[in-house]
């Protein structure tokens, strides 16, 4: 496999939004980042993607943007863009810019003229089609809920818009509007940025037709599917970006796609395939859905989830890379999903650090994960904040699907606000993210769960994320060693081997509150082990039998002699 100076890293996601206020007005900014950059250089991490930091009106946070080549005002301005991408620079960290292209903020300059004429030069940058007796195009609802087409009652014909109606599809089929796209990429490349991470790439490509999709029965809606994911025609778009744009620079570049399977990822991260490096697939991110999707959550099964993961990690092999992630902006806590945010918050916080650090892929870490941050639960829906979360609220309790108190449990176990409350600095007013009143209400927890007590403190989750980071810089098994599931059927551990020549690399790790007994299959034969790291103080070091202790990890390198 070809080695990447992008496999070697490890990512970190700020959503600038929650990270760092440095003028008081609530809002977190850019020179609030440019003051945590020292923090972020202690944790060792080597790329910074930034959720969007464009001009927009926040509808949807700044996934909806309205000029592509300013900076959100509440953020800062260009300068102070120029001055991080600096600053990081000087601390050889790289930034990772977001690039919203499925579609732009309806008060972006382009939607403003599509929409005074039919004859409008930008008409055709977002598309638009006639309704059918009265009612829209077709069947397609969209991510956030309701129809996925908005009449536009000067022109009586519908856009389509796969997120909220105020953010518009952009027409891919049309050539003006693809060189404009590139045109803004290479600006931001020219400038030194370090790649991109692209959202919802996978739903650029849309059947022509527009055919009505499949109606499950939860919605009078139907889920596009792939009518407009994963379509063959996104893959003509990212081969010409790569020609046009990507091939020219040496970045990393991720893509976001839901629904994708590992078939489909090859086609966007295939070594041959000349599109991305790698993309964000969400198979295990739905594990546990009910008939309502995230909605209706059922229980978590390990067993399930080692499926998942293992197809992954096996079906890519050798064949493309992958992205790492067990939480981000969209979906809650990871120690809160897949661990316990109670009483072993800590011990399961590094334990599944360990877990997903061995695999095989680039690691992203989203901002708060590394000291522990858990989900949150605000009494009132008044203090959420997430156009998903509010539309969801308002979509059961209106139409009496869901009692008020089952969707507050809804929204406590999966809404995206939970990831999206402030970085918690410090035990002081507001956790230290801002002098004045947050945008969105401070985690109670932050007075025992905060950066600042946990940066001395060598046992503490930020320190163990240091120890696994560089352990990745150390050795190369870590990152180019093949994956092997072991101990398939065990309903408590989740553990895999890491191969790379005579040497193999050993992941144990408990998903549960009780002991466990872990033996060794006896096919793994080794001359000598070395332990590299352990969420507990290792007292026996035989592993043969583990009597292992709650959410307990283990990482050991085995050798055989040459
Ligand atoms: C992606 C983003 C999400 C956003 C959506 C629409 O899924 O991660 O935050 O709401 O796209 O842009
Ligand atoms: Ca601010």
Redesign the pocket.
């Known amino acids: 496999m070809n080695k990447y100076w992008w496999k070697e890293s490890i990512v970190y996601q700020i959503y600038p939004r929650s990270f760092k206020d440095s003028n008081g007005d609530g809002i977190g900014d850019l020179r609030g980042i440019i003051e945590k950059l020292d923090y972020l250089k202690e944790l060792g991490v080597d790329v910074l993607w930034l959720s969007p930091v464009y001009e927009s009106p926040n509808d949807?946070n700044g996934?909806d943007i309205s000029n592509y080549k300013g900076i959100m005002k509440e953020f800062g301005t260009i300068e102070d863009f120029d001055l991080l991408l600096a600053e990081a620079h000087n601390r050889k960290i790289k930034i990772m810019m977001d690039l919203?292209i499925n579609h732009s903020s309806d008060e972006h300059q382009w939607f403003i003229e599509s929409k005074k004429s039919k004859t409008n030069k930008y008409r055709d940058y977002y598309i638009w089609r006639d309704g059918k007796d009265g009612l829209p195009p077709n069947n397609w609802g969209g991510c956030f809920g309701g129809s996925a087409w908005e009449l536009d009652p000067q022109s009586q014909m519908y856009y389509l818009h796969l997120?909220s109606k105020k953010?518009p599809d952009l027409n891919w089929e049309n050539e003006n509007l693809r060189k404009e796209i590139f045109s803004m990429m290479k600006w931001w490349l020219e400038k030194g940025i370090d790649g991109f991470r692209m959202?919802?790439i996978n739903m650029i490509g849309k059947d022509q037709s527009y055919p009505d999709g499949i109606i499950n029965g939860i919605s009078i809606y139907a889920d596009p599917g792939n009518l407009s994911k994963n379509h063959p025609k996104v893959h003509d778009y990212l081969q010409e970006m790569n020609k046009e744009v990507l091939s020219k620079y040496d970045i990393i570049t991720v893509g976001?796609a839901p629904d994708v399977t590992p078939s489909q990822a090859i086609e966007f991260v295939g070594e041959d395939r000349n599109e991305l490096n790698m993309v964000f697939e969400f198979e295990h991110m739905s594990v546990g859905d009910g008939p309502e999707g995230k909605w209706g959550e059922t229980t978590f099964d390990l067993g399930e989830f080692k499926t998942i993961m293992s197809k992954w990690q096996s079906k890519l092999q050798g064949k493309g890379w992958n992205s790492l992630y067990l939480n981000n902006?969209?979906q809650p806590r990871m120690v809160s999903r897949f661990g316990n945010d109670n009483k072993y918050r800590i011990e399961s916080a590094k334990m599944l650090a360990t877990f997903l650090h061995m695999l095989t892929g680039t690691p992203y870490i989203y901002q708060g994960e590394e000291i522990g941050m858990t989900n949150v639960k605000f009494d009132s829906i008044n203090d959420y904040k997430d156009i998903e979360t509010l539309n969801a609220y308002k979509g059961f309790t209106e139409s009496g699907k869901k009692s008020h108190n089952e969707i507050m449990d809804a929204i406590y176990k999966r809404g995206r606000d939970n990831a999206r409350t402030p970085f918690q600095w410090n035990d002081k007013n507001n956790a230290g993210f801002t002098d004045g009143n947050p945008w969105i209400k401070v985690n109670p927890n932050y007075k025992y769960i905060n950066a600042q007590a946990q940066l001395d403190d060598e046992n503490s989750i930020f320190n163990y994320y240091k120890k696994v980071i560089r352990l990745r810089k150390k050795y190369e098994i870590i990152v180019y060693g093949d994956y092997n599931l072991i101990l398939e059927d065990n309903k408590y551990i989740y553990s895999y081997t890491r191969k790379l020549n005579d040497e193999i690399l050993l992941v144990i790790c408990n998903f549960c509150e009780n002991p466990v007994l872990f033996s060794i299959p006896k096919d793994i034969k080794y001359d000598r082990k070395e332990l590299l790291i352990s969420n507990y103080i290792v007292d026996i070091d035989s592993i043969d039998e583990i009597m292992l202790k709650p959410y307990e990890a283990r990482v050991y390198l085995l050798k055989n002699k040459a």
């Open positions: 949807d996934y919203v997120f953010q959202d919802v976001e902006h969209d």
